[in-house]
C-alpha cells in the first residue's frame, strides 16, 4: 500500500503545473508572450500532461499550439489577448490564436478571458452580397447608403479565430470568457466529445462582423451548455463542410440552459451543409435581442434530420440592413446555390434535405414573417410544430418592415402543426395580412390553431394548393 501511494505521489509531482511564468512571460501585455507559454505547453506535454497556468495578468500572444493531455488554465483576473500583430500567426486557414490539431484530451478552462481585440471600422459596401441582395436594393432604393461595419484593415489584415481545434478528441472549454474575436470564436472541426460549458461569448452586436460564437463542424458528440453568447454574427451555428477535408456529418450534439444573442441568427443549421447535420436536441434555451431566432437554411445539397427543439423563448428584432435575417423568430429554406448566387456552380447537387424536425413548447415574439420554406424539387417531410405561442410586432419608424403574414409554410409534406396561436401587437403594420399562409403542401393536420388575420376582411388561415389537409379546432 505505500509502495502505492508513493507512485500516485511521485506521478503528481511529475504532472504539476506549468506556470507561464517561469517560462519567461511577465504577465505585461506589451510583452510578446507567444514563446513562453508555447514553451510552458512542451514541458507540460514532455512530462506526460498537466495544467498549463497562466496566472493573474496580462499575455498578448500570437498562435500557440495545444498538445495531447494538456489543460490552459486562465486564473481569475488573467487576459490572453490575440496580437495585433499579423506576422505573428499561423496564415491560411489555420490562422487562430489557440491552434490544435490530431490531438487529444485538451481542455481550455479557468475564470479568465481570452479577448481577440476586434475593432471596426464604417464603410461604404462596394461590392455584391447575394446574401443579403435583397436588403441591399432595399436599402439604396431609401436613398441611404450603403454604410456598415467591416474588420478594421479590411480586407488586407488576418482576421485570427481565438480556438480553432481540427480532429481531436475528447475536448473541454469551461468558465472562460471569450471576448472581441476578430473571425470566429470557437471552431471545432472532425471533433468527437465536445464539452462546451459555462462560458461566455461577447462581441459587438452591431459591428461583430464574422465573430462567430460556436461553430462545430462536422463534429461528433458536441454538448454546449450554461453558457451565454452575445456576438454580431451567428451564435451557434452547426456545419458540415469539406475546408479540411472531405465533409462529415454534425451529430449527436445537444444545447441546453444557453441565453442566446445574435444581430444575425441565434442558432442556425447551416446554409453550409454539404453531408447532413443529424441528431440534435435543442432544450431549455433564451433567445433575446436577435436578428433572426432559429434558422434551418440547407443550400449546399446535405441532410438536416432528427431534430428536437423545445422549451425555447425566443425574442427578434431586425438589426442593420447588412445582416442576414429579418427578425424572424423562425426560418426554414433550401435552396441551391446557384439559386442564392444568381450564378452556375459545376457539379452543383441537387437540393438539400430537412425531415424529421419536432418544434415543440415555443413562445416567440419577432418582428418578420416565420417563413418554413422547402424547395419545389425537396419539400420538407416530417416537420411537427407543437405549442407554439407566436406574437408579431411592428416598429413604424423602421424602413425595412417588410412583414406580410404571421407564419407562411411552402413545399412541405408531413407536417403537422398542433395548438398555436398568434397574435398581433401594436402599433399594427398596414402589411399584415393572415395568421397563416400554407401553400403547397400534401397530407397534414392542423389541430387547434388559432391564427386570426391582422384586419377584418382577411383569412386567418389561407391555404392554397393543400392536399389531403386535415382541420381540427382551427380557429379563422
Same mark, same amino acid.
Given at each position: 500500500?505505500?509502495? !502505492? ?19 519567461? !512571460? ?23 500532461? /498537466? ?14 499550439? &495545444? ?29 487562430? &490564436? ?48 450603403? +454604410?456598415?461595419?467591416?474588420? !478594421?484593415?479590411?480586407?488586407? =489584415? ?49 459591428? /461583430? ?50 441565453? @442566446? ?50 422549451? @425555447? ?13 429579418? /427578425? ?30 419536432? @418544434? ?42 417588410? =412583414?406580410?403574414? $404571421?407564419?407562411?409554410?411552402?413545399? $412541405?409534406?408531413?407536417?403537422? +402543426? ?17 395568421? &397563416? ?22 383569412? /386567418?388561415?389561407? @391555404? ?13
Amino acid at each position: 500500500m505505500r509502495t !502505492a501511494l508513493f507512485l500516485v505521489a511521485c506521478a503528481a509531482l511529475a504532472r504539476a503545473d506549468c506556470n507561464v511564468r517561469d517560462y519567461g !512571460a511577465t504577465g505585461r501585455k506589451d510583452f510578446l508572450a507567444t514563446k513562453a507559454i508555447q514553451a510552458a505547453i512542451e514541458a507540460c506535454a514532455a512530462k506526460g500532461g /498537466g495544467t498549463v497556468l497562466l496566472p493573474a495578468g496580462d499575455y498578448t500572444s500570437g498562435t500557440i499550439r &495545444l498538445r495531447s493531455h494538456v489543460r490552459l488554465y486562465l486564473d481569475p483576473g488573467a487576459t490572453l489577448y490575440a496580437s495585433l500583430n499579423d506576422a505573428d500567426f499561423e496564415k491560411g486557414d489555420r490562422t487562430t &490564436l489557440i491552434y490544435a490539431e490530431n490531438v487529444e484530451n485538451i481542455s481550455i478552462e479557468g475564470r479568465g478571458t481570452i479577448d481577440g481585440q476586434a475593432s471596426y471600422d464604417q464603410r461604404i459596401m462596394d461590392f455584391d452580397d447575394a446574401f443579403i441582395r435583397d436588403n441591399m436594393l432595399r436599402w439604396k432604393a431609401l436613398g441611404k447608403p450603403l +454604410l456598415r461595419a467591416f474588420p !478594421a484593415r479590411f480586407p488586407n =489584415a488576418l482576421y485570427p479565430k481565438l480556438a480553432l481545434l481540427i480532429r481531436c478528441k475528447d475536448v473541454r472549454i469551461t468558465g472562460v470568457t471569450f471576448r472581441r474575436s476578430r473571425s470566429w470564436t470557437i471552431h471545432p472541426v472532425a471533433c468527437e466529445h465536445v464539452v462546451i460549458d459555462g462560458v461566455r461569448i461577447y462581441s459587438s452586436l452591431a459591428e /461583430g462582423v464574422w465573430a462567430d460564437g460556436i461553430d462545430p463542424d462536422g463534429c461528433k458528440d458536441v454538448h454546449i451548455a450554461n453558457s451565454t453568447i452575445e456576438t454580431g454574427d451567428d451564435a451557434i451555428v452547426f456545419y458540415s463542410m469539406d475546408w479540411f477535408g472531405p465533409a462529415q456529418p454534425c451529430e449527436n450534439i445537444t444545447v441546453t440552459n444557453c441565453r @442566446l444573442s445574435s444581430a444575425s441568427s441565434a442558432i442556425k443549421f447551416c446554409d453550409g451543409n454539404k453531408k447532413a447535420v443529424r441528431r440534435v436536441t435543442i432544450a431549455n434555451n433564451v433567445i433575446t435581442d436577435s436578428n433572426r431566432g432559429v434558422a434551418f437554411m440547407n443550400f449546399d445539397g446535405g441532410l438536416v434530420s432528427d431534430v428536437v427543439i423545445t422549451n @425555447l423563448t425566443v425574442q427578434t428584432r431586425r438589426h442593420a440592413w447588412f445582416w442576414w435575417g429579418d /427578425g424572424d423568430p423562425l426560418h426554414f429554406n433550401i435552396k441551391r446555390r446557384s439559386e442564392v448566387d444568381g450564378r452556375k456552380f459545376p457539379n452543383e447537387p441537387p437540393a438539400g434535405k430537412i425531415e424529421h424536425v419536432i @418544434l415543440r413548447d415555443i413562445i416567440a415574439e419577432g418582428q418578420g414573417t416565420s417563413m418554413i420554406h422547402g424547395h419545389p424539387d425537396s419539400w420538407l417531410d416530417d416537420v411537427t410544430i407543437d405549442n407554439l405561442r407566436l406574437r408579431l410586432t411592428n416598429d413604424p419608424s423602421n424602413p425595412m418592415e417588410k =412583414a406580410t403574414d $404571421a407564419i407562411q409554410i411552402r413545399w $412541405a409534406r408531413n407536417l403537422r +402543426l398542433r395548438d398555436i396561436k398568434v397574435e398581433w401587437g401594436q402599433p399594427a403594420s398596414s402589411k399584415w395580412e393572415s395568421g &397563416l399562409r400554407a401553400e403547397d403542401i400534401a397530407d397534414a393536420v392542423f389541430d387547434g390553431l388559432a391564427t386570426p388575420p391582422a384586419r377584418p376582411g382577411l383569412p /386567418g388561415l389561407k @391555404l392554397v394548393n393543400g392536399k389531403n389537409v386535415v382541420q381540427r379546432n382551427v380557429q379563422r
